[in-house]
């Protein structure tokens, strides 16, 4: 007696489907990716020390809507490569929304200061725009949060688009512990954050591939001083790399420099929340 067996021409396609999925996506991870030669290669290192000074003001309403207005001034007191100096002030207008007390949403704009050396002001300004979403999870004694932010940040310089990008794109992901010390002032903190290209040009690619630009953590303590205000002070440990790019005309000489920043910092930033 013959056995038939009936072929489902739909499962059939959901296993090819499925199949095709699965090699792509091993292609994608595991296919060794294509690198430039470069004409020139060279290595930098820099560790730095700073001293942060900063400000925040909230103001929250009923309805979930809250406004910051926040400044941060940053000054390296030690630096291996440039020496001592005032670096950069970051003047930032966020808007947030809570719809519920589990997620954050927050757009923003920060206007950038950098010290160089020069006259020029469209060397000097950067213009940031972000947008992120924040989960929150809370218990009695302690608040999680897991943040992604899209940020982007403009200059109106006179750019090489083969080496830098005019609009440069970065995914942000943090993730940070707050605990709460019951009938203390005071509220320990520390956070993790991890910074990836989105858009870096071709040649700036590390092995054909966006990459991983800077690893931040940081740990402190905020210090309730009235039921309004209070003080923020903390330590930030930065593990920085990029890789920076020159080129001559026509493509005839292409050199790789890949800069490494080891950055400690102590800072300081008074909140007011009304």
Known sequence: MKTVRRIDIGEGKNRSLSGWLILSLFIFYFHPSYAWNYDSQAQTTTHSAQIRVGADFNKKWNNGLRLNISEDLRSDVYNSVSGPAFRTSFTTLSLGYLPIEYVKF?????????????????KLLRHRAFASVTGIYRTNYMKISLRERALMEARTDSINPLEKCRYNWQLRSKIGAEFIIPGKPVKPYAWVEVINTLNAPEYQQKNGHQFISQVRTQAG???????????DFYYR???????????????????????TLYQHAIGVAYNLDW
């Open 106 to 122: 927050d757009i923003g704009y920060t206007l950038k200061i950098t010290n160089r050396d020069t006259t020029a002001v469209n």
């Open 221 to 231: 303590a905020k210090w309730r001083i009235t039921k309004l205000s209070s003080f």
């Open 237 to 259: 440990f930065t593990y920085g790399y990029d890789r920076d790019i020159n080129i001559t005309k026509s493509k005839g000489y292409i050199q790789l420099t890949e800069e």
